[in-house]
């Protein structure tokens, strides 16, 4: 196509001026990928330390210390629900045969327990637990200086005393829990509360953690019991994440803006520089819509050219930042998680806006008089 190559040739011609644009796309396209990228990985850091090894919907009675029926169970795993585990809770003291500790005893449907709060992915000693074992949080271990392979004694709030043996150590990464929490199952937990039918609570977690509210408005529960959602717990957490959504976008608009700007003023600049050349062509018998179009392939060419380096750009940012920021442990800060769908809408954004920035010079260069530019050239 002719005016694909004037255009063409019209970029190499000032090479200088090309590489200036191209490298002004790129910086803009990098730092919206680096920016965007950054602003994802962090707030999936933030909502995977938080909510992402707890329970996003818990079913449990109105009243406080009161008991809901097993019915509840009937719910079933669905498009929308992911994990679904019941706990039976019971207060109770855990003896070192030095000094007595309060602990909550928690008896759990550990297969789907496991699944929610990842007790084996920082787990010192084993699971399964059968019957009379249990799991201790790293806290409690340190306080009442327990051991692994030991047997502990229980002692019920009716004073029943009942032997267990401690076999793996959790880490959840919140000490309340660590320091407070004994896991067991179901069987050694009715055992030792006597209370061998019902349950404490139903906890669940969905596909589509956002989505948590809605869905638990959609689950039948009965009148003695309520049902709520990690969101209205953590209001203050998605008022951060919002935040920082907000001025995420914000940034990358006046990015976008600042390089729409750039391509416009230098190519309208090329329409100035490049007026003889279009009126020779046009008095040569180039249309205006061709020659409308030689600007309109510059921005498609710049546009493409910037996007990928800006592309590269971003994402060498992004991996070099996870290299630098790191923890102790050499792990970094904020996990980059890198979304294709984000990189090539990135890309495809700023292709689009090289094209709509080339609408005005390509205007302009559409109405020049091939007669009054050669008189004055």
């Known amino acids: 196509m002719l005016s694909f190559k004037i255009a063409t ?60 029926n097993n019915d ?29 500790y309060p602990i909550l005893l928690r008896g759990l449907n550990l297969e789907e327990a496991n699944k929610i709060y990842k007790f084996e992915k920082n787990l010192i000693g084993r699971m399964p637990i059968n019957k009379n074992e249990i799991i201790v949080g790293v806290n409690l271990k340190k306080d009442a200086l327990l051991k692994l392979n030991k047997e502990v004694k229980i002692i019920s709030l009716n004073q029943k005393e009942t032997m267990v043996k401690i076999v793996g150590f959790y880490d959840l990464k919140v000490s309340a829990i660590n320091g407070l929490w004994v896991i067991s199952n179901l069987e050694t937990v009715r055992e030792i509360s006597s209370i061998k039918e019902s349950i404490t609570s139903v906890e669940m977690q969905v596909y589509d953690i956002f989505q948590a509210d809605e869905i638990a408005k959609n689950i039948k529960i009965n009148k003695n019991e309520k049902i709520i959602n ?55 018998g180039i249309k205006d819509k061709d020659a ?66 080339s609408l005005v010079p390509s205007l302009k260069s559409s109405k020049l008089s091939p007669m009054e530019v050669i008189k004055n050239g």
């Open 292 to 357: 409308s179009k030689i600007f309109l392939f510059e921005g498609a060419i710049l546009g493409t050219m910037g996007a990928l380096l800006g592309v590269g750009f971003g994402l060498l940012l992004g991996i070099s930042f996870t290299s630098f920021a790191v923890n102790p442990d050499n792990t970094p800060v904020i996990p980059l998680n890198i979304e294709p769908l984000f990189i090539f809408a990135s890309f495809l954004i700023a292709l689009i806006s090289s094209i709509l920035a």
């Open 230 to 284: 990690w969101k209205t717990e953590n209001e203050s957490l998605l008022s951060g994440l919002n935040g920082q959504s907000i001025s995420s976008i914000m940034i990358q608009v006046f990015v976008l803006i600042s390089v729409i700007l750039g391509i416009v003023s230098v190519l309208i600049i090329s329409v100035v520089q490049k007026s003889k050349q279009i009126g020779i062509l046009k008095a040569m």
């Open 72 to 100: 509840v169970l009937k719910l079933e795993k669905n498009k929308e629900i992911k994990y679904i585990s019941s706990s039976l809770d019971y207060s109770a003291y855990i003896d070192n045969s030095k000094n007595k």
């Open 9 to 68: 040739r019209f970029l190499f011609t000032n090479k200088a001026q090309t590489a200036l644009i191209v490298t002004g796309i790129a910086i803009g396209v990098s730092v919206q990928i680096f920016i965007g990228s950054l602003i994802t990985s962090l707030q999936d850091s933030l909502i995977d330390k938080t909510i992402g090894s707890s329970s996003h919907i818990t079913i449990s009675a109105k009243t406080k210390n009161e008991l809901i």
